[in-house]
């Protein structure tokens, strides 16, 4: 009877992936990772999460306060230029765009939907987790906003025609990366190139049209929600890029996190958009769930299809954003009022950057089978973007392969991987929360009352990234 129970979950979820309907899934190992002990996964992980915050919280705070002040300087190497950069990245992007609308109709050997979906959003917020700020210098405007400035001799761009109010705080920030979101969550379809083409391309001129008009260092700081997001995974990497007073970039090496302590606390609409980063990716994962398709009344073995579940899907990426800024203002509220720390405002929008390192673990660690896979798409594809025949780079005949996902050595080697990244992730918050606190209020009891609530979000967030992983899902 047990070995039955063990083997009916690992039948469906085959029945699943062999069943010739859309499918969602980001890879097929889930059968695989249904025979592992996935519950001593989860609970080893929380427990390690948990010990932190107890060591953290009996260890002498100065020991806190060295490693997230300390910085080490590495070397000093030549600035390159921003504007050089950022127009090859213009050219690089217009090049997919183009591939979208004159390429081949199939998703798979069309190079743009695996651009932005993997390389753009995926790998791209890695690099930035590991290597520090780059998209100060990727991003595809200022190159442009430079030679359009250079032609017609004006300053649109650099000084701003109009004020951005200051009242819409994050606003419009949200509304972008909700509508980015939607696009590829709910969409019908999300991966189809001359649809996916028309939309990076609206999104790019509206953004560069606002530039000219607000200025493009504050409308990056406020309203271009991937300026935002990348500055602040980038600000989470051990690394820090800086010019140096003599023209030169500075690198610089600290803790994992040390570099977001000098930015000012995020006001309630900033807190809301660093934790929509967080909702989408979540909700990603929770909608592939049998346990979702069960809430809204989906048989998870006859999928319907994007379009039945429009309106379920919208309402569960709001509902998952909702609920974790419901626990997280909760948790720092109640650790405000155990504490005796009446500043709520300054503790969400400075405790809100302990989140960062959390939304980068479930980057890593819920695309991890994506990237593996659709690396390869790309690869293959961009040999050829415009179907003519091509093979520029050489891989026009690589052999993409998932067999990978149903061999047993290398499926718990991908999620023990995912395992590492969530747990260290939410290791990284615990000490990195402490340390903000530290800066907040006085007293290794104050502090620990103060975190006490958020480390309990931080347990419960561990065990739910992993059951999100290792649930029988479609």
């Not at 809204?296 to 899907?313: C, E, K, M, Q, Y």
Request: with cysteine; hydrophobic share 55%; glycine share 8%.
């Amino acid at each position: 009877m047990r070995q039955a129970s063990r083997i009916m979950p690992l039948v469906l979820s085959l029945i699943v992936a062999l069943a010739p309907w859309p499918a969602l899934a980001h890879g097929a190992e889930g059968g695989i990772v249904l025979l592992l002990p996935t519950g001593y996964y989860i609970l080893g992980a929380a427990f390690t999460v948990l010990v932190t915050f107890l060591l953290i919280s009996l260890l002498p705070d100065g020991w806190t306060r060295a490693i997230y002040r300390g910085q080490w300087s590495l070397a000093k190497i030549p600035a390159p230029s921003a504007a050089t950069i950022s127009s090859l990245s213009f050219l690089m992007l217009l090049s997919m765009v183009l591939a979208g609308l004159l390429g081949a109709r199939d998703p798979l050997t069309n190079p743009l939907p695996a651009f932005i979906w993997t390389i753009f959003w995926v790998c791209l917020t890695i690099l930035h987790g590991l290597l520090g700020p780059l998209w100060q210098a990727l991003n595809p405007w200022t190159g442009p906003l430079a030679v359009f400035r250079r032609a017609t001799g004006s300053s649109l761009g650099d000084r701003p025609i109009a004020r951005l109010p200051w009242t819409l705080g994050y606003a419009i920030a949200i509304l972008q990366f909700f509508g980015f979101a939607w696009f590829e969550l709910v969409d019908l379809a999300p991966s189809d190139p001359t649809r996916l083409a028309v939309a990076v391309s609206l999104y790019w001129l509206v953004n560069f049209t606002a530039m000219m008009l607000f200025g493009e260092r504050a409308w990056c700081e406020r309203a271009e929600p991937f300026s935002i997001f990348f500055s602040l995974i980038g600000r989470c990497a051990p690394f820090d890029w800086r010019k140096a007073e003599d023209g030169r970039l500075q690198i610089a090496l600290g803790w994992p996190g040390r570099f977001l302590f000098g930015l000012p606390p995020l006001s309630a609409s900033g807190v809301l958009f660093v934790l929509l980063t967080l909702g989408t990716v979540s909700f990603d994962g929770l909608s592939r769930t049998f346990v979702w398709l069960a809430a809204i009344g989906v048989n998870p073995l006859d999928f319907p299809g994007r379009s039945a579940i429009v309106t379920p899907s919208t309402l569960g990426i709001l509902g998952t954003w909702g609920a974790l800024a419901a626990l997280f203002f909760a948790s720092v509220l109640l650790g405000g009022l155990l504490s005796g720390e009446r500043r709520f405002g300054l503790l969400t929008g400075r405790l809100v950057y302990s989140i960062i390192p959390i939304s980068l673990a479930f980057q890593i660690a819920h695309y991890l089978t994506l990237v593996l896979v659709e690396a390869q798409n790309f690869l293959k594809a961009v040999a050829d973007p415009f179907a003519l025949g091509w093979n520029l780079t050489g891989t026009r005949d690589l052999h993409v392969t998932t067999s990978f996902l149903n061999v047993y050595d290398s499926v718990v080697l991908i999620f023990n991987t995912q395992t590492i990244a969530i747990a260290v992730g939410h290791v990284i918050a615990v000490i990195l929360a402490h340390a903000l606190l530290l800066d907040l209020t006085e007293g290794k009891r104050r502090v620990f009352l103060a975190e006490l609530p958020l480390a309990a979000l931080m347990v419960f967030y561990t065990a739910f990234g992993l059951w999100l992983l290792s649930t029988p899902r479609i």
